[in-house]
Structures are given as structure tokens and as C-alpha cells.
């Protein structure tokens, strides 16, 4: 094939399909080798290719979703300050700034220019999320980025192939753990070099110059999939707001989604201010990609994305609100203002959309636990588990995975490996998901103690969400559960978390965690009886659960 300004259905398909195939050898290559729990079994990480200009054109299948939307931010950044005709093969660049990558200092983007020709043809990119950046293990009392860990500015990990050893010992000396860091960030390295030669394979196959065309064909596809999507909606203003924990205080969030022609703009004008402590403000590059993502999934979900899935996409929130913070707040836990983003979008969208919006989730919850052993071994791993999903029209909550994000439940016998930690119970609750028509799916119970004949207390890192505002039920249905957090079977009020960090002396003592199940969609006494006997044969679901009014 020559090149040409424009590609047969058939082939492009193909060729974009082999794009994403590139991408997903990328995501498989971090996958194989990273070391940390977070990475190589929570799989918080992503890997996308993107032209010479910094836009992207095709991401891993199993890419955390906000990481491609912010991937192209930070390569346009690499590339305004190091022009592309500046580059050289083996070159590789680095920051986890929250301002131009994801939005906290624990997410490392690697950009590692391609070259053919001569000429730089386009980028392979990987965000992964660290096991340790630095910083205060209690994040709920970090009052600056400062506190946070170690912020990486924009620069040059490898320049012409040789190592920045002064970069690289700055992030060896101020990270937990150093070794699994590193590690892991040579995971990111390798699977960027593995694009790369893939990426010239593909070029030289097909006797293509660059990826310019095939690039704007595949960008200009999935930009008129997504117009047709919102033309199919009625214009007008939608407007919603949500209430989510905060830390001293809650948090108010509002929207307004105008749809005009064949365009979409959001405006978070009437959210709160920033926080002064506690990590749960958010950059705007954050907002906007736990924005474009929720309205991708509503409008377009079958078509791949990149760049030209989000043009039509405007986002705005005042400066200084808690969703475009500036420097130097605290954003270490984002997720906790962040992660309500899409149930803000959907109740504004329900009038519009009710076939489609999905009921509040359970959102996942996190362990993290460090230390030192008797040995003088460190220990460092993250636990991640997943409350239930929402209802929505014709469909119960689909699961119990981690969406917004698409990190995985890490297994049990992972965690229990790398710590010493015996996890006693890890079950679905009875009579833990929203009630409607259709229900939402079902949370978790979680047991966790000290691993028996262990000789030292241990500490338990804990930044629990959901402890005030519940997943909210959607067209009359009704709320999922609390989350509760029990230490020794006495349940802890929101006060008594503080800091986040649970200390257990020995093997008798208990952390309890119940996360909750996602909200129900419709009255629950139009729930079919043949689905509510259903339920209470699985035994998840009890006669006095299923009653209505109960």
C-alpha cells in the first residue's frame, strides 16, 4: 500500500486494529514485568500511541481510561519544550507533574520518542501508578503537594540512550522501596521501546512514511461517531450536583452540560473551592479526562478512542475550585472528589439519556500497607477492592470492578505474599445493594489481621470513601449501603479515622471493611417477583431485604 490521503474501510480497519495490537504488547509488556502490586496486579497503568504532534491514535484495550485521556497532555508538553527536531533516538522523557500528567505525583509518565526516516514519526507513551513517590503515608493530613512526595519535573530520563543518573538517583533516594519503583519504572521503559520498534515495523510493512494519514483517518472516524452521538441529542442545558465525603467537611460539586449541534461543554461552576489539606483536590487535566471518559462511555462506546473521540468536548471549572486547583494544593487523593465526577454527569444527563445513565457505585476502596520486618526487609503493597456497581434501565449492577477506574481487584493470595497480613474474609454482603426495579450489584466484606506467629504490630494505610454519602438510586431507585470501617468489631465514626492509619498488635485483633453495593434504578415494586425469588435463592438477598418498605 502507498500512502494516501485516505484508506479503504477494510484496510483501516485493519491497520488500526494493528495499532491497538501494538498498544496492548505494550500494556502486556509492563504487566510481565513490573513487580509491585499495584501495577502487576491491581494493572494501574496505561500504554497509548501517539502521532508526531502529540495526538493520540490508539491505546491498550485494558489502559486505564483517564491515562489515555491525559497521555497526549503531557507528550504536547514534552514537545514544547523539547521541539521534536531537537530529539534523538534514545531519548526518553519522565514527569509525574499532576498539572500536565494524572493528577497526583504517584503516576510516572515515560515518553519515549520514534524515530524512522531520520524524523520522529510518533510517540510511545506509558502512566503507570508507582507503589511509593515519597511523602506522608497518612494522606489525609498532607496540606501541600510538598508533603506529597517527590515532584519530577519535566526532563530527560535518557538522553541518546544514556541514563540520567542524577534523575535517576533522586528518585532512588526519595521513594519507599526503591528497588520495586525502579523497577517498575523500567517495566514502562521497556514496553515503550517494545512500541517503538513495533511502530516502524508497522511503518515499513505498509510503506508508510509516518502515521500522519493513517493517523487523521483513524482521529477523524472516531470524531464523526461521537458528533452523530450527540446530534442525537436534544439541545438544551442539563444540570445536576452531588455531595461527596470531603474530609472535615463534604464536598458540593455541580454541573452544567450543554449540548448545541454536534458539541458538548461542561462547566463546573459552582463546585467548591479547593481544600487547604487532605489530597482530594483535583488538576484540571484530571477533571477533564473523569469527564470526557463517563460521556465516551455514554455516547460512543463501541468505537475506539483517541484524540478525535474527545474534540467536540469542552470542559471549564473556575480556577482555584476543587476541580482546578492550583499549585501548590494537595491532590494525592484525587479519586475521593474525582470518582464522583461521572454520577454528577449522569444525574444531569438521566432527562436526556435514561435508557443509558447507571445508578451510584460502591467506588473502590484501598489498603496500603508498609513497614519494615524484624529481618530489615521493607514490605510495601497496595490492596484494592471494589464496591458494587450501579443499576441502570433493563440491567442490574454489572459487577464489582473499579469503575471509573479500570484497575483490577487485587487477588487475595498476591497481597497475602508480599505482606505480613492474613486476609480472613473477603465475601459479598447480603442485603448490601440498592433496591429499584433493577438492583445494584452487591458489596464486599472484608476481614484483614496480622499474619499469626508475626512478632511486630502492623500498619494499615486506609482512605476510605462513601463514609457519609451513599451511592445515590436513580428514577426512584434506592441507595446502596455505607461504607463501614470496624476495628475489633466496634465501628469507627468518620472522626475516629483521623489520619487513616490502623495499627494492629497481633493476630487477634480485626479490620473490618464493608464496602458498599451500588444504587437501584426504578421503584422497587416494579422489581419482576421471578428476579426478587432469584435473589433470595442466591442467599445475597434476605426475605426481609426483599420486602418493599422494609
Avoid at 477533564?288 to 465516551?296: D, E, F, G, Q, S
Avoid at 466496634?490 to 453495593?517: C, F, K, M, N, W
Wanted: aromatic share 8%; net charge negative.
Amino acid at each position: 500500500m502507498t500512502r494516501a490521503r485516505t484508506f479503504d474501510p477494510v484496510s483501516l480497519e485493519i491497520m488500526w486494529s494493528r495499532l491497538i495490537g501494538i498498544a496492548d504488547d505494550m500494556w502486556t509488556t509492563v504487566l510481565r514485568t513490573a513487580v509491585s502490586t499495584i501495577i502487576g496486579a491491581a494493572q494501574d497503568f496505561g500504554c497509548e500511541i501517539l502521532d508526531a504532534e502529540g495526538h493520540s491514535v490508539a491505546h491498550s484495550n485494558r489502559s486505564m481510561p483517564v491515562f489515555n485521556i491525559v497521555m497526549p497532555t503531557v507528550t504536547r508538553a514534552v514537545i514544547e519544550r523539547y521541539p521534536v527536531e531537537t530529539m534523538r533516538p534514545g531519548d526518553v522523557f519522565v514527569t509525574n507533574d499532576p498539572w500536565l500528567c494524572a493528577g497526583h505525583l504517584d503516576d510516572i509518565a515515560t515518553i519515549t520518542p520514534v524515530f524512522h526516516g531520520g524524523r520522529v514519526v510518533a510517540f510511545a507513551v506509558t502512566v503507570a501508578h508507582t507503589s511509593s513517590i515519597g511523602g506522608a503515608l497518612a494522606r489525609r493530613t498532607v496540606r501541600d503537594i510538598y508533603e506529597e512526595g517527590l515532584r519530577i519535573p519535566l526532563l530527560k530520563l535518557y538522553d541518546a540512550g544514556e541514563l540520567n543518573e542524577t534523575a535517576w538517583a533522586f528518585i532512588r533516594e526519595n521513594v519507599r522501596t526503591a528497588d520495586m519503583v525502579l523497577t517498575d519504572i523500567e517495566a514502562t521503559l521497556t514496553a515503550n521501546d517494545l512500541g517503538a520498534r513495533r511502530i516502524v515495523a508497522f511503518l515499513e510493512e505498509y510503506g508508510l512514511p509516518d502515521l500522519v494519514d493513517v493517523a487523521r483517518a483513524i482521529q477523524e472516524h472516531s470524531e464523526r461517531a461521537m458528533r452523530e452521538a450527540i446530534r442525537a441529542l436534544p439541545d438544551g442545558d442539563y444540570e445536576h450536583e452531588v455531595w461527596a465525603d470531603g474530609l472535615d467537611e463534604p464536598v458540593h460539586l455541580r454541573c452544567r452540560v450543554t449540548v448545541r449541534g454536534d458539541e458538548i461543554t461542561v462547566d463546573y461552576a459552582g463546585s467548591d473551592p479547593e481544600r487547604p489539606r487532605g489530597g482530594i483536590n483535583c488538576t484540571l487535566t484530571y477533571t477533564k479526562a473523569h469527564t470526557v471518559y463517563p460521556l465516551k462511555c455514554l455516547l460512543s462506546p463501541t468505537v475506539p478512542a483517541n484524540e478525535g473521540t474527545f474534540r467536540p468536548f469542552t470542559i471549564t471549572a473556575p480556577e482555584g475550585s476543587i476541580l482546578n486547583c492550583r499549585v501548590p494544593a494537595s491532590v494525592g487523593s484525587r479519586v475521593r472528589t474525582g470518582w464522583h465526577i461521572h454520577s454528577l454527569l449522569f444525574g444531569a444527563l438521566e432527562r436526556a439519556l435514561p435508557d443509558r445513565v447507571q445508578a451510584g457505585n460502591g467506588l473502590m476502596n484501598s489498603v496500603h500497607v508498609y513497614g519494615q520486618e524484624p529481618n530489615g526487609r521493607f514490605y510495601n503493597a497496595h490492596f484494592f477492592i471494589a464496591g458494587g456497581r450501579g443499576a441502570s434501565r433493563g440491567r442490574d449492577g454489572i459487577g464489582r470492578n473499579c469503575f471509573p477506574s479500570s484497575a483490577r481487584n487485587v487477588p487475595v493470595e498476591v497481597f497475602e505474599a508480599r505482606t505480613p497480613v492474613l486476609i480472613h474474609t473477603r465475601e459479598l454482603r447480603e442485603d448490601s445493594a440498592g433496591r429499584g426495579q433493577w438492583r445494584g450489584a452487591f458489596g464486599h466484606r472484608l476481614e484483614m489481621g496480622v499474619l499469626p506467629g508475626y512478632p511486630a504490630p502492623v500498619s494499615f494505610f486506609i482512605d476510605p470513601d462513601r463514609l457519609r454519602f451513599p451511592p445515590r438510586g436513580l428514577s426512584g431507585g434506592e441507595d446502596g449501603p455505607l461504607t463501614e470501617v470496624l476495628v475489633n468489631g466496634r465501628r469507627l465514626t468518620p472522626e475516629e479515622i483521623g489520619a487513616g492509619q490502623i495499627t494492629l498488635s497481633g493476630p487477634d485483633e480485626r479490620l473490618v471493611l464493608h464496602i458498599p453495593g451500588g444504587g437501584g434504578y426504578g421503584p422497587p415494586d416494579q422489581r419482576d417477583p421471578a428476579l426478587i425469588e432469584a435473589d433470595i435463592r442466591s442467599g445475597l438477598v434476605t426475605p426481609t431485604g426483599a420486602a418493599v418498605g422494609s
